[in-house]
């Protein structure tokens, strides 16, 4: 089902930098979480947006932050960049009640 | 503080046999856990759910057996086959519109 996508699927960063990254709507989910899944760990809640607010964070600094849009697309940003950053970011697309639907994910590097 | 934990990094199974994936929780409060499968370079992806208020669910060659009392649930999967070799994640969920909250992951390797 899903039809969720992540762009873009590969980001190269340097240490300090600004990275951006996006997830597709899906008709009729309003909630969006971001996840990250760092190399060898499970994965860890970044945030939670539902029309347009964000409704709960996990526990990550405020470099991580995100918005969603009025068509429940979204963004994550992340702001000057470590090396400890790197890792797959997930987006998941949610309706109340049921499973959350993941995209591919976008693979951050920081060099 | 991990509030939902798969204390086995990694299985491995013969091919036709059973695999039994396991995964702990500490928050009484969640009222909805899943598990997920997730391919390399893929997002993860849902395999079966089960509400608190059951002990048992299943779809074909799956099933999870939730034990409240134990705040356990297991995977069952039989018979096993080499595409089933992937990392199963369990979640779990307070409330309908709540977060998910992961566990690290179960490697499964099915050989033949």
């Known amino acids: 089902e899903a039809g969720v996508t992540q762009s873009p699927t590969h980001l190269i960063k340097t240490r300090g930098q600004q990275a951006t990254l996006r997830c597709s709507p899906i008709?009729?989910?309003?909630?969006v979480y971001w996840y990250q899944q760092a190399l060898g760990l499970g994965l860890q809640f970044l945030l939670w947006?539902?029309?347009?607010?964000?409704?709960n964070r996990g526990n990550f600094p405020p470099r991580f932050s995100g918005r969603q849009f009025p068509n429940y697309s979204s963004e994550l940003n992340v702001n000057a960049l470590e090396l400890e950053d790197s890792a797959l970011y997930l987006c998941?697309?949610?309706?109340?009640?049921?499973?959350?639907?993941f995209g591919q994910g976008t693979r951050l590097t920081v060099v | 503080d991990q509030q939902v934990k798969q204390n086995s990094p990694s299985l491995s199974v013969q091919e036709g046999r059973i695999s039994i994936l396991n995964c702990d929780y500490t928050?009484?409060?969640?009222?909805?856990f899943l598990w997920y499968k997730k391919y390399p370079a893929e997002g993860p992806t849902f395999l079966i759910s089960?509400?608190?208020?059951?002990d048992k669910n299943e779809d074909g060659r799956f099933t999870v057996f939730l034990n409240k009392s134990a705040k356990h649930l297991s995977l069952h999967i039989v018979p096993s086959q080499p595409g089933d070799s992937a990392v199963y994640f369990c979640?779990?969920?307070?409330?309908?519109?709540?977060?998910?909250?992961f566990g690290a992951g179960t490697r499964l390797a099915v050989h033949p």
């Open positions: 998941a697309r949610g309706k109340k009640g049921q499973e959350a639907f």
């Open positions: 008709s009729g989910h309003t909630s």
């Open positions: 947006y539902d029309e347009g607010e964000e409704r």
């Open positions: 928050n009484s409060m969640f009222d909805y």
């Open positions: 089960i509400s608190s208020i059951k």
């Open positions: 979640a779990a969920r307070s409330g309908g519109y709540n977060k998910l909250i």
